[in-house]
């Protein structure tokens, strides 16, 4: 009798122990600080929820900052430091895509930008979902993926989770069933989301989900929702200026679920002959660069790395710091910029550091380097000097001699962080920035000659996509969806269209005659440079494209990469057809080797060097 009683015991403790207790916590999500009086909604919230005693915690899912901003992070910090229970977070969109810090200030102040808690025997896990710099849309990195691998590797089939993150697990993460499938086995209670607004609930592949509204107030009233854990269900209720909360849905934890398994393919060859291919799970957001025969990528935790065209790794070298800056190559000097201030230079063909200096603020801008004639030379007859420029996260664009690393100018006329890879033409520097305007800066004296823009919107800057010019014109394209051809000497519209649905993506051919762009979707066009009219309008059907990839003319043939992880060809004739997939996830760029022969890498470090089939 003695060992009945003793069992039933045991299994009433371990039913304790397995089964969560009735508790209520906050949800916020969508605080956008930045947006108009964003910062006081937060203020009231947290004021709100400090006045209720039954909230165990916070967790806050995304978008926490408007225009991720430094400032606009450390208020939102500030304000959250006022909890009086303790608070979760993750990023979203809005943090990573304008992030001035290259991603950094978030981790700065809070450490990571993902987490995992036990809370009454439930497994709290945050992931990281907003992109950086190429988007709006959510991807689960590699490195985190690996990171979830380890958390549910120590987490037991019975004990419930509960996920978080800023975007749904469907088509708004590429790569959603990378999740999903890592979660079929446990026992999930449910998936939390911000990034839609509204109060919502949701089902994704077999896992209960829910969506919450944003902090703003634009309904009427500031809000957001308690979480309230059941033996049997999740309840959700929205809290706003009316004070009690309001029921609007709920998830059972009692019906079964069935995780279907999803079977993606992570690579396809459609159409080349493949000479290498790699997998180095690591995020990179520069785009590779060739020289030499060698192929250099440095990936955002601050590996530079050099591989032949056999693709055997020659070298490589830790900058101890993330890079968002493709690096540069001249006279034999590799130099590549990291988002803590150094400018290094290397030996290109052994990696042997060469100089460091600190600038002070992260390098954001991809580099380029020109030959530098400035009066001083001029007026000894010297030759002219390789020099390497550089923008940085506060706008700035500085001018150093390459092999001394003795700074030449600094020009500050810009107020915005600067992304994109300046174009060097006519003795003249071009480049785009978040700050709404296209700089022009004279080459050897880094004086601005004008700066130019048709749509003061923050949002639709000309800053990601990399300028081009038939040495009359520059030409760019924004996510207002315009291209616009500039004049190079003045500074003024030529024209201007709309009629292309472009975003970020703009090339120019060889005879410097035609403007090649990849549309938001569906369509890439080729176009007059001198006015703007179609030539030649190709339907690839490859969806919304939001991208900024880089487009040229590699011997007649345009050969480039998708958001979708697809890389595309168009021939002479303008038929196209698919090579690559290289995988779900964004594709950097695509690059001409040799003759046919390209390289092609995606977010995630899968790089492949292909050969196209005729």
């Known amino acids: 009798m003695k060992k009945i009683i003793s069992t039933f015991y045991i299994l009433f403790l371990l039913s304790i122990q ?60 500030k304000i959250l430091d006022s909890l009086k229970v ?67 590797s120590k987490t037991n089939a019975q004990q419930e989770i509960i996920l ?10 590429d790569n959603w069933f990378e999740v999903t499938n890592r979660l079929r086995n446990k026992n ?50 929205e809290i706003n200026k009316d004070s009690i909360p309001k029921l ?19 690579f396809q060859n459609y159409n080349s002959e493949l000479l290498w291919r790699k997998e180095l799970k690591r995020t990179y957001v520069a785009s590779p660069l060739i020289w030499n025969d060698k192929i250099y990528i440095a990936s955002r935790s601050g590996i530079v790395s050099c591989f032949n065209l056999n693709g055997k790794l020659i070298w490589e070298y830790d900058t101890y710091a993330p890079v968002f800056s493709r690096p540069v190559i001249d006279d034999g000097v590799l130099a590549v910029g990291n988002v803590r201030g150094d400018l290094i230079t290397l030996d290109a ?13 992260p390098i954001t ?80 004296s880094g004086v601005m000659n004008w700066k130019w823009t048709d749509n003061k919107n923050f949002y639709y800057s000309p800053a990601a996509c990399i300028p081009v010019s038939d040495g009359k014109n520059v030409y760019v394209t924004g996510p207002d969806k315009y291209v616009s051809a500039v004049d190079l000497l003045l500074g003024r519209t030529v024209w201007r269209k709309s009629n292309l649905n472009s975003w970020e993506a703009i090339g120019i051919t060889k005879d410097k005659s035609n403007l090649l762009i990849k549309s938001f979707k569906d369509k890439f066009f080729i176009v007059s440079a001198k006015d703007g009219k179609i030539i030649k309008e190709i339907d690839l059907k490859f969806g919304e494209d939001t991208m900024p990839s880089t487009l040229y003319d590699a011997d007649g043939q345009i050969v480039f990469g998708s958001e979708k992880g697809i890389v595309y060809s168009i021939n002479k004739d303008y038929s196209y057809k698919q090579v690559l997939f290289l995988g779900t996830a964004r594709i950097l760029s695509v690059l001409q080797i040799k003759e046919n022969v390209f390289a092609a890498l995606n977010m995630d ?10």
């Open 86 to 152: 303790k608070y979760y977070i993750v990023p979203g969109n809005h943090d990573t895509k304008w992030s001035e810090s290259a991603c950094t200030k978030f981790t700065d102040l809070w450490k990571e930008d993902k987490f995992e808690f036990d809370f009454e025997n439930i497994k709290f896990i945050g992931l990281c979902s907003g992109i950086p710099w190429r988007g709006g849309g959510g991807h689960i990195s590699a490195e985190d993926l690996l990171w979830l691998d380890q958390v549910l």
């Open 349 to 361: 063909a052994t990696g042997e550091q060469i100089q460091t200096i600190g600038l002070g603020e």
């Open 18 to 77: 397995l089964f969560a207790q009735s508790f209520k916590f906050g949800w916020i999500t969508d605080l956008h600080i930045g947006y108009p009086k964003a910062d006081f909604d937060l203020i009231t919230i947290v004021r709100d929820i400090n006045k209720r005693t039954d909230l165990k915690f916070v967790i806050a899912t995304g978008d926490i900052s408007e225009k991720g901003r430094n400032e606009e992070l450390e208020l939102a910090k």
């Open 248 to 266: 609007w849905g709920s998830v059972s934890k009692i019906n079964k679920k069935i995780i279907p398994e999803i079977d993606s393919i992570q």
């Open 365 to 444: 801008s991809q580099l380029i380097t020109f030959n530098y004639l400035g009066k001083k030379l001029l007026m000894t007859g010297q030759k002219p000097k390789t020099v390497i420029v550089i923008g940085t996260s506060s706008g700035k664009l500085l001018c150093y001699d390459l092999n001394s690393l003795e700074p030449i100018w600094e020009n500050k006329n810009c107020t915005g962080m600067s992304e994109t890879q300046p174009l060097y033409v006519n003795n003249k520097i071009v480049f785009g920035s978040w700050d709404n305007y296209l700089y022009c800066i004279d080459a050897n």
């Open 605 to 614: 470090g899968n790089i492949s060097v292909f050969k196209l089939n005729n």
């Open 164 to 173: 978080v993150l800023h975007h749904q697990l469907d088509s708004e993460t």
């Open 188 to 237: 999930v209670a449910a998936i939390l989301v911000g990034h839609g607004h509204a109060n919502k609930l949701y089902n994704f592949n077999g896992i209960a989900g829910a969506m919450g509204r944003s902090a703003l107030n634009r309904g009427g009233s500031w809000g957001y929702t308690q979480v309230e854990n059941r033996i049997d269900t999740i309840a959700f209720s």
